[in-house]
């Protein structure tokens, strides 16, 4: 594989920054993760922080080098992501539970997948064309798709998010074959809430990712003025040229099968050590090889 990769957090006008992402490789797969810890319900920040570590940790127990089953990887951990931050809750003996959205890509195989739960976006760009992105899990959307009887006060509101007492909703899709030159951008709605589509688009394929990541945040910053929202963004360009900057450039072809790579810290959570073992993992992909199992019975 080869790609350029760059990411950016920034504090807007907040008392503090909820936002969290990362990404990481091996030789034949890469992840990309960003998570919006949820204001107006506590320590929105450790549940951003425990949903990437914990997708981290997955996909280093799993990619050998490769996912063997990349949609059922991905839903497998959204959903030990959402059990994790139950569980820090539980610990601490919290009233309130930590809330955050999650937006996750894998590239693989020449193809990128990805999920989602929240208003978290991943956008995909093409010789600066948006040619998908993600639809955000809120009553804003809902209404946008001619659902009525939706008041004006709802239109930020989420419907569904990881660490709430219900089980998260969420959306995925892929396998979308890359090409050269192509961009996935993963963003927190700091970003999306102050640039339009065909800006974000436009921009982000205007130069190398490296550039185009700091412009946005900026750009973003600056429209939301003294109350913007914290601006967080990873993107990746895939197949980049060799006329790439290097320091922005990963190749991985000459790394060995048991090479991982990441920028995500594991560090400790406030003395929670409910670490993701083996079990927490065989556990999370039973829960949703079952609720595929009765999808298919539905069906038939």
């Known amino acids: 594989m080869k790609f350029s990769v760059f ?5 807007g006008g907040r008392e503090k920054n909820e936002d ?6 091996t030789r034949a797969s890469a992840l990309f993760v960003l998570a919006d810890g949820m204001g107006g319900h506590p320590k929105g920040e450790v549940a951003a922080q425990i949903a990437i570590q914990t997708v981290s940790a997955m996909f280093q127990h799993e ?6 089953d990349v949609p059922e990887f991905l839903s497998a951990a959204l959903l030990a992501a959402h059990h994790q ?18 937006v996750v890509a894998v590239a693989q195989g020449g193809c990128a997948h990805w999920i989602h739960c929240g208003d978290s976006r991943l956008y995909l760009v093409r010789d600066g064309e948006l040619l998908m992105r993600t639809r955000d899990h809120s009553y804003q959307e809902l209404r946008s798709a001619a659902m009525a ?3 004006h006060a709802n239109r930020n509101v989420l419907f569904t998010c990881l660490g709430s007492p219900t089980k998260p909703l969420f959306d995925t899709a892929g396998p979308v074959p890359l090409q050269e030159g192509d961009r996935l951008l993963l963003c927190s709605d700091g970003l999306w809430s102050q640039l339009d ?6 921009q982000i394929a205007r130069q190398a990712v490296s550039h185009a990541v700091p412009d946005l945040v900026e750009d973003a910053l600056r429209r939301g003025g003294d109350a913007s929202d914290n601006v967080t963004v990873v993107a990746m360009e895939w197949e980049t040229p060799n006329t790439c900057e290097p320091a922005q450039a990963v190749t991985t072809d ?5 090479v991982f790579a990441s920028t995500i810290q594991a560090g400790p959570l406030e003395g929670f050590t409910d670490d993701l073992d083996d079990a927490a993992i065989e556990r999370s992909i039973a829960e949703i ?4 199992r009765r999808t298919a019975a539905r069906k038939v």
Not at 7 to 11: E, P, T
Not at 20 to 25: D, L, N
């Open 7 to 11: 990411q950016l957090s920034r504090r």
């Open 20 to 25: 969290r992402m990362g990404y990481c490789y």
């Open 63 to 68: 990619a050998r080098p490769v996912l063997h």
């Open 85 to 102: 931050i139950l569980g820090y809750a539980s610990h601490k003996g919290m009233l309130d539970t930590p809330r955050t959205t999650l």
């Open 149 to 151: 009887g939706l008041g």
């Open 197 to 202: 589509d065909a800006a974000i688009a436009r």
């Open 254 to 258: 000459s790394i060995s099968d048991e």
């Open 289 to 292: 090889n079952e609720a595929i």
